[in-house]
Each structure stands twice: as C-alpha cells, then as structure tokens.
C-alpha cells in the first residue's frame, strides 16, 4: 500500500500506450480505475521491441516501465521485493506467462494474482487447469469463456464475466452534414450513396482476408444479378503485404473486384477511425477463432451495424443475449476444424462459408434500403453497445473485484498462503 493509503497494483500486459488491442484496453481499464481513488498502478509494459525504453510517468499513481516481452522471474521476484504491491494483474494469453505460474508459490507470499481472461473456443481446455488454480479471480472479457469455465465447475467459484469496453468520447455518431467532407476527403465525392462495408485486422491467416474478397465477390455478384448494379465499396484497413498473410492486392484482382476494394494501409488516430467506422454501412468480421473483436465494438460505438460469425466473443455482440436479435446479420459457422499444438494440445476453429458471408452482406443490403429500418438498426446498436458495453461497468466490475481478491487474501490464514 502507498503511503496515502492507496492499494499498489502491479500489471503485466501490453503497454498501456500502444495501440494494440491488450494495450488499449488496459489502458481504458487503468485509467478508469485511477479514478475510484483507491489504486496506485505500476505497469511493466510489454512489445516485442520498444523505441523508447524510458520509464513513462503518466500520473504519480500510474507508472509504466517499457519491457520486452512479458518479463522474467527475476524481474518479479525482484519486484516484489521492492515494491510489495496488493494486487498482481495479469492481462493476455497464458502461454506467455507459463514462468509466472511456475513461480505462483512465491508471488502468493505477497499478493492474489488477478487474470483478465479469455479462450476462444471449447473443448474446454484442461491443460489450463494449473493456470486456473493458480489465479485467485479469472475475469472473463467473452462471455463464451466464462460460460465454459463455470459450465466446467472447478473454477466457478473464482470466474466472472468481465467485458471490454470503449470510451463513449473515443468512438461515437458523427452528423451527416459533418461526413461529407470526410467522405469528400476519402473517396472525393461529397454525396455519395455507395453501400460500404469495412474490415479492420491484421493481414494474417486466423483473420481469413483472402476469404473476406471472396465473399465479398459473392456478395458483388448477387448485387448485379438482383439489383443490376455494383454500386458498393469495401475497405480494408490493413497491410495487403504483410508477410503473415497472402498479397491482398493480388487476390482482389484475381477476383475481379480490385476496383470495388480501397485499401486504408496507414497507421490513422482513433479520430480518422471513428470516421471511417461512420462512415461505413457494416463492419465485417469472419475469423476462425476471435476471443472478443475490438473492431465490431467500436464500430457499433458509433452505430454502424455488423455482419460477424458466431464464434467466441464476437456472438454476444451481433446477437442480443436478451432477445436473440441480431444487431446487423449473425452468420452460422458450416464447419468446425479440430486442431492443436504442443502448447495447446486442442481447440475447435469456426468457419462460416464465403458463400454465406456474401448471402450475409446481400441480407443487410436488402433489409437497410428501408432507410427507416436503417435508422432504427442503427439506434438499436448503439444502445446495445452502450448499454452492454460500458466503460464505467467494466471499471466498476473490476475495481469490486480485485477489492474482493485482495480482501479475501488477507483473511487466508498463512499456512494456506505458502501452500496454495
């Protein structure tokens, strides 16, 4: 604890500065909690490689030390030695922190380990037993993983469902009159009825960007044969090069739909995304294993209807848990692929056919000519979001539960604390 009385938190996650998705939600996450007045936050925050390994102050009560990858023993024992925090919060997949479980022995000498969680899809993976007894909350960002987990039983004691979330400010409706200089910017016309859709992922194979052009050909070829015009654009925000995936460029013209296709390859601000999001018709997303997908959250955030598979955390945002209706046009998956590793022994992939997803994107089509419809979707999604998505929930959830860890690992008595 600090010296005015503040809990000293110690965070193991991407750099709360970076941009990727971990390192912004942890961020969002962070700063929300300074806020209670109850924390104090020192961050070892991890990339690859970093270009600047100063230590970045961003208030008194939240200090981030750049590290490359997720840190070491050494660095933790060291740690808290010197800092003595009340809380250790862990934030990413397990695989990079098989050392600090190895070590949860010494760490439970001095704190509770908290766990912002997720698994992207069943059999539920036994092999993560020892992590999970080792952690004393699993908070769950896709309510599919904390389902599974309480389903399990051996965990449920210790597992809530957490979601992500986005700031209202950052992504959020932006007025007509307003996008028609952005749109003149983009795409140089000032009125401009072409229905668009946008993908935002890396160019990488879990992400499946050469089947994203294939469905939307689907889609661009059902649009002539139906309403004898191909007025529709997709953009991809995304590296067509990237070394992880196939050359977008290529495939778009092997399809014949390069000129229906506007690649967005600079890295932009959350400004220029937000208007990007607006001004598109749908967002797409059709991975095989997505454990949340930040890119459809932020673009409800703004209104914008999506058309995503029913897979992982992507199911509980395009269909509402209340009343099972979809905010945009949820796909089925027509085919799960059991597959596997030495690390992660196995784990079901979701595919939804590009012949569905283009029938999916022709569906939303279809149903938003209906401009009051349009209007009316538009207006559902952004409540859903909103409501079921809040940032202030999500930071208020957290900060009751890592109150709840710390206090109930004051009460354990010390024999359990070296033996647990």
Same mark, same amino acid.
């Given at each position: 604890?600090?010296?005015?009385?503040?809990?000293?938190?110690?965070?193991?996650?991407?750099?709360?500065?970076?941009?990727?998705?971990?390192?912004?939600?942890?961020?969002? $996450?962070?700063?929300?909690?300074?806020?209670?007045?109850?924390?104090?936050?020192? @961050?070892?925050?991890?990339? $690859?490689?970093?270009?600047?390994?100063?230590?970045?102050?961003?208030?008194?009560?939240?200090?981030?030390?750049?590290?490359?990858?997720?840190?070491?023993? %050494?660095?933790?024992?060291?740690?808290?030695?010197?800092?003595?925090?009340?809380?250790?919060?862990?934030?990413?997949?397990?695989?990079?922190?098989?050392? *600090?479980?190895?070590?949860?022995?010494?760490?439970?000498?001095?704190?509770?380990?908290?766990?912002?969680?997720?698994?992207?899809?069943?059999?539920?993976?036994?092999?993560?037993?020892?992590?999970?007894?080792?952690?004393?909350?699993?908070?769950?960002?896709?309510?599919?993983?904390? /389902?599974?987990?309480?389903?399990?039983?051996?965990?449920?004691?210790?597992?809530?469902?957490?979601?992500?979330?986005?700031?209202?400010?950052?992504?959020?409706?932006?007025?007509?009159?307003?996008?028609? @200089?952005?749109?003149?910017? #983009?795409?140089?016309? *000032?009125?401009?009825?072409?229905?668009?859709?946008?993908?935002?992922?890396?160019?990488?194979?879990?992400?499946?960007?050469?089947?994203? #052009?294939?469905?939307?050909?689907?889609?661009?070829?059902?649009?002539?044969?139906?309403?004898?015009?191909?007025?529709?654009?997709?953009?991809?925000?995304?590296?067509? *090069?990237?070394?992880?995936?196939?050359?977008?460029?290529?495939?778009?013209?092997? #399809?014949?739909?390069?000129?229906?296709?506007?690649?967005?390859?600079?890295?932009?601000?959350?400004?220029?995304?937000?208007?990007?999001?607006? *001004?598109? %018709?749908?967002?797409?997303?059709?991975?095989?294993?997505?454990?949340?997908?930040?890119? /459809?959250?932020?673009?409800?955030?703004?209104?914008?209807?999506?058309?995503?598979?029913?897979?992982?955390? #992507?199911?509980? @945002?395009?269909?509402?848990?209340?009343?099972?209706?979809?905010?945009?046009?949820?796909?089925?998956?027509?085919?799960?692929?059991?597959?596997?590793?030495? @690390?992660?022994?196995?784990?079901?992939?979701?595919?939804?056919?590009?012949?569905?997803?283009?029938?999916?994107?022709?569906?939303?089509?279809?149903?938003?000519? %209906?401009?009051?419809?349009?209007?009316?979707?538009?207006?559902?999604?952004?409540?859903?979001?909103?409501?079921?998505?809040?940032?202030?929930?999500?930071?208020?959830?957290?900060?009751?539960?890592?109150? %709840?860890?710390?206090?109930?690992?004051?009460?354990?008595?010390?024999?359990?604390?070296?033996?647990?």
């Amino acid at each position: 604890m600090t010296p005015d009385g503040k809990y000293k938190v110690l965070v193991l996650s991407d750099h709360a500065m970076s941009t990727s998705g971990v390192g912004t939600q942890s961020r969002h $996450l962070l700063m929300g909690l300074l806020e209670k007045n109850t924390w104090s936050i020192r @961050q070892f925050g991890a990339a $690859l490689k970093h270009s600047d390994y100063r230590t970045t102050v961003v208030t008194d009560d939240f200090i981030i030390k750049p590290i490359d990858g997720f840190g070491n023993p %050494d660095l933790i024992r060291v740690t808290l030695a010197t800092e003595k925090p009340d809380l250790l919060f862990i934030f990413t997949d397990p695989r990079f922190f098989t050392w *600090l479980f190895e070590i949860e022995d010494e760490v439970h000498q001095v704190c509770p380990i908290v766990w912002w969680h997720v698994w992207d899809n069943y059999p539920y993976p036994e092999f993560n037993n020892d992590y999970y007894d080792a952690t004393d909350k699993i908070n769950c960002h896709s309510h599919m993983t904390y /389902t599974m987990i309480k389903e399990r039983g051996l965990h449920s004691d210790r597992c809530n469902f957490i979601p992500h979330a986005i700031p209202e400010s950052m992504f959020f409706p932006i007025p007509e009159n307003e996008l028609k @200089q952005h749109r003149n910017n #983009l795409f140089g016309s *000032l009125e401009d009825n072409i229905f668009t859709g946008i993908w935002i992922n890396r160019n990488a194979k879990r992400k499946r960007p050469a089947d994203v #052009l294939e469905s939307w050909k689907y889609f661009m070829d059902s649009l002539a044969k139906d309403h004898g015009h191909q007025n529709a654009r997709l953009i991809m925000h995304t590296d067509p *090069l990237d070394q992880e995936g196939p050359n977008l460029f290529a495939v778009s013209e092997m #399809l014949g739909i390069k000129d229906s296709v506007f690649f967005s390859r600079e890295r932009i601000d959350f400004e220029q995304m937000n208007v990007l999001y607006n *001004l598109s %018709d749908f967002c797409l997303n059709m991975s095989y294993a997505e454990g949340f997908g930040l890119s /459809t959250l932020e673009s409800m955030m703004t209104g914008t209807p999506i058309v995503a598979v029913k897979t992982g955390g #992507l199911t509980r @945002q395009v269909v509402d848990h209340r009343d099972g209706s979809e905010n945009g046009v949820a796909v089925d998956i027509d085919l799960q692929t059991l597959v596997g590793s030495q @690390q992660v022994p196995y784990i079901y992939e979701d595919y939804a056919s590009n012949q569905n997803v283009g029938a999916a994107i022709k569906k939303l089509y279809d149903q938003t000519r %209906d401009v009051e419809y349009k209007k009316e979707l538009s207006q559902k999604v952004l409540n859903y979001a909103r409501n079921e998505f809040s940032l202030q929930k999500t930071v208020d959830m957290w900060h009751e539960s890592m109150l %709840d860890a710390i206090k109930q690992f004051k009460e354990r008595p010390s024999w359990f604390k070296q033996t647990f």
